[in-house]
């Protein structure tokens, strides 16, 4: 499970780098997300311009990761590729999260 991490402001930003989020990570991405929002943050922004593909499992494992966020954090999700997008509109996870059109943050060398 390739993810990695930069704290910005009051945020932590999560590179997926991943092209697929499905039934044989979600698991691992779950435990990943947890690992690296140990650190206190408002925000986690999953940026997620990387992964093409997201099965019902990987939408229950970002679902996961919400909710073990909650309710003093709130999950956003950036940069959904096209295919992805439409799963988010199709279940209308698109209105449980607030999903941005680019990531906010570029990915520094300080990856975890």
């Known amino acids: 499970m390739n993810l990695s991490s930069q704290a910005v402001d009051d945020a932590i930003v999560i590179h997926v780098h991943e092209k697929r989020i499905d039934a044989a990570i979600a698991i691992q991405f779950k435990d990943r997300v947890r690992e690296l929002t140990n650190d206190p943050s408002e925000r986690v ?15 229950g494992a970002i679902v996961s990761a919400m909710k073990f966020l909650a309710p003093d ?3 956003e ?5 096209a295919n ?5 509109r199709l279940t209308r996870m ?3 999260f607030p999903i941005h059109a680019k990531p906010p943050f ?3 060398g300080n990856a975890n």
């Open 106 to 108: 570029q990915e520094t």
């Open 84 to 88: 992805v997008g439409k799963v988010f």
């Open 45 to 59: 922004i999953l940026d997620m311009s990387q992964v093409e593909f997201v099965d019902s499992s990987g939408l």
């Open 77 to 81: 999700l950036a940069g959904l590729t």
């Open 73 to 75: 954090r709130r999950l």
């Open 94 to 96: 698109d209105s449980v």
